[in-house]
């Protein structure tokens, strides 16, 4: 059974950081992504690991500011949000599957959290 568990949203202060994690169990996938979805909005991709070779993928955003990581022995993907803009809000999903081609791609992803929201202001 496979599951993916976010935590670590929250509220933050323009300038300010939050850390999301997402614990993945029931599998191993190839590629790991956050998007988000702010009220009104579709779902965007923020950012993606392939974890076969450590490659790093960003929305043009929140390069530089935002950082993406998967730890191996724990499965669990973080997002390391710094510099936050109020635009940053909106509810924060973390993906997988195995057989991506766009990793931004909403439809490539079979495996979704249930999102946790942050909110800055």
């Known amino acids: 059974h496979v599951q993916l568990v976010e935590s670590g949203g929250g509220s933050a202060l323009a300038g300010g950081s939050v850390r999301l994690s997402c614990a993945a169990s029931g599998y191993t996938f190839n590629t790991y992504s956050w998007f988000r979805q702010a009220p009104r909005q579709e779902r965007e991709g923020v950012a993606a690991i392939d974890t076969g070779d450590g490659s790093t993928y960003y929305l043009n955003s929140v390069e530089g500011r935002f950082t993406i990581s998967h730890d191996n022995a724990k499965n669990t993907l973080y997002l390391q949000m710094n510099s936050l803009k109020p635009e940053n809000t909106a509810m924060y999903y973390c993906?997988?599957?195995?057989?991506?081609?766009?990793?931004?791609?909403?439809?490539?992803?079979?495996?979704w959290g249930q999102g946790t929201q942050v909110t800055v202001s």
């Open positions: 993906a997988a599957d195995t057989a991506v081609g766009n990793c931004y791609g909403v439809s490539q992803y079979n495996y």
